[in-house]
């Protein structure tokens, strides 16, 4: 079990200018718990990838509805990856239709949210993805 709490990256990547959600999802997972940091609006990846290293995250999330999650977020595991951060799970919520999500998930992508994912449901896979034995947490 964890004796800390999850420390999570929230992102909004690339010219996407609406963060209503993100913050939504932010409120909610500083709710159940976990430490949020938010980057704000129009990071790049190299940006995010810094922001994860510095911040020393256990995880990190994406919301994107610009359309651009097929071309960001494999630039963005990559930089993760690059800095040595390929241990860190990325997670993408937004839209992102039916048909991408498998190619994000053999991409390196940890979980998908789409539209309607529910609270409970994101921060129970995040959960999920962070869980270690407390002898090997930091």
């Given at each position: 079990m964890r004796q800390s709490p999850i420390r999570i990256l929230i992102a909004k990547p690339g010219l996407d200018g609406h963060d209503r959600g993100a913050k939504v999802i932010a409120r909610g997972l500083r709710d159940a718990g976990?430490?949020?940091i938010y980057t704000g609006l129009r990071q790049s990846p190299q940006m995010i990838a810094e922001a994860a290293l510095q911040e020393d995250v256990d995880i990190v999330g994406l919301s994107i509805l610009s359309g651009s999650h097929m071309t960001l977020v494999p630039a963005i595991r990559a930089e993760m990856d690059a800095m040595d951060l390929a241990d860190v799970p990325l997670?993408?919520?937004?839209?992102?239709?039916?048909?991408?999500?498998?190619?994000?998930l053999d991409g390196g992508v940890s979980a998908v949210f789409g539209?309607?994912?529910?609270?409970?449901?994101?921060a129970s896979t995040i959960e999920q993805l962070c869980a270690r034995p407390a002898d090997q947490s930091t």
């Amino acid at each position: 079990m964890r004796q800390s709490p999850i420390r999570i990256l929230i992102a909004k990547p690339g010219l996407d200018g609406h963060d209503r959600g993100a913050k939504v999802i932010a409120r909610g997972l500083r709710d159940a718990g976990m430490e949020v940091i938010y980057t704000g609006l129009r990071q790049s990846p190299q940006m995010i990838a810094e922001a994860a290293l510095q911040e020393d995250v256990d995880i990190v999330g994406l919301s994107i509805l610009s359309g651009s999650h097929m071309t960001l977020v494999p630039a963005i595991r990559a930089e993760m990856d690059a800095m040595d951060l390929a241990d860190v799970p990325l997670v993408v919520g937004g839209i992102l239709p039916d048909e991408d999500q498998q190619a994000l998930l053999d991409g390196g992508v940890s979980a998908v949210f789409g539209p309607g994912a529910s609270l409970g449901a994101i921060a129970s896979t995040i959960e999920q993805l962070c869980a270690r034995p407390a002898d090997q947490s930091t």
